[in-house]
């Protein structure tokens, strides 16, 4: 082998050396950041992941409910007796046509929000607008207040003189925020929600478990184990007596409501249209 390849060989050598051991070097500068990162992320509690994960995904989870056969059994009894006992809820249903050969009707489930009126799921409502309501064991017709189509919920105005009950609204996303950051599991009776369902004006109770809540949309899901045909448009109740959603739907064992607070907000506004035009009319004369 001549001096000069040798040589040659020997420069090649060393560069692709070098070169290999400047890329590993790189990489291992490049990496301290992204070790750093996540170590500090993995030591973080459970309450800044929670938060971390909110900020990205918008999303919190309920922890697990957790409790005896014995102690189950006895909250549900408890919790299936107030809910029959509620006379707040009510059945809606919407003919979907004024001849009587013709008629069909869509049936669900309404729920005093506020002094004379009732909220429940928009879907129900059809028109005609025939809308129905059984109240004293019989079918009363009722006017639709307000519609919200992309939320799904509707208004219907009552006579405040024989519904005047106003139901406790509590937050959805304040009960979510209420639990405790560093903790799976909680007791049952936390996290435990029920319905009153009143299709076809026969009451019947559905009790599930929070399973999360969407907090830019304000969609709650909660895991039921039953069919909740009817139940559209109810009150979804925690144990302690307060509302937190509407009921909308249903896909597998996941039932899906509405938080109770972006009903609230709605509510306010059609109560200061109506309110509005009430002072313009009596302008008028």
Not at 184 to 195: A, C, F, H, T
């Amino acid at each position: 082998m001549s001096h000069y390849l040798k040589n040659g060989l020997i420069i090649i050598c060393v560069g692709t050396v070098a070169f290999f051991a400047g890329i590993k070097l790189a990489n291992k500068s490049a990496a301290k950041p992204i070790t750093k990162e996540v170590t500090q992320f993995s030591s973080t509690t459970r309450k800044e992941v929670t938060e971390v994960s909110n900020k990205e995904q918008k999303e919190i989870f309920a922890p697990w409910g957790v409790a005896s056969i014995n102690e189950r059994i006895l909250l549900e009894w408890e919790f299936e007796k107030f809910l029959m006992g509620n006379e707040n809820i009510y059945g809606v249903r919407n003919i979907t046509s004024e001849k009587s050969d013709e008629q069909e009707s869509d049936n669900g489930t309404g729920f005093i929000i506020d002094s004379g009126i009732l909220a429940t799921a928009n879907h129900i409502l059809q028109p005609p607008y025939i809308i129905e309501i059984f109240y004293n064991n019989s079918w009363k017709k009722v006017n639709v207040m307000g519609q919200v189509h992309t939320k799904d919920f509707s208004f219907i105005r009552l006579y405040p003189s024989y519904f005047s009950d106003i139901m406790r609204l509590k937050s959805a996303k304040e009960v979510f925020e209420s639990f405790p950051t560093n903790k799976k599991e909680v007791p049952l009776k936390d996290v435990l929600v029920g319905m009153k369902c009143m299709a076809f004006g026969e009451p019947r109770v559905v009790i599930g478990e929070l399973r999360k809540l969407d907090i830019k949309s304000g969609e709650l899901e909660f895991v039921v184990h039953v069919n909740t045909g009817g139940c559209s448009g109810t009150a979804v109740y925690m144990m302690d007596g307060s509302i937190i959603g509407l009921f909308q739907t249903r896909y597998g064992l996941v039932s899906g409501a509405l938080d109770i607070n972006e009903v609230a907000k709605a509510l306010k506004t059609f109560k200061a249209h109506e309110e509005s035009n009430k002072i313009a009319l009596t302008k008028g004369k």
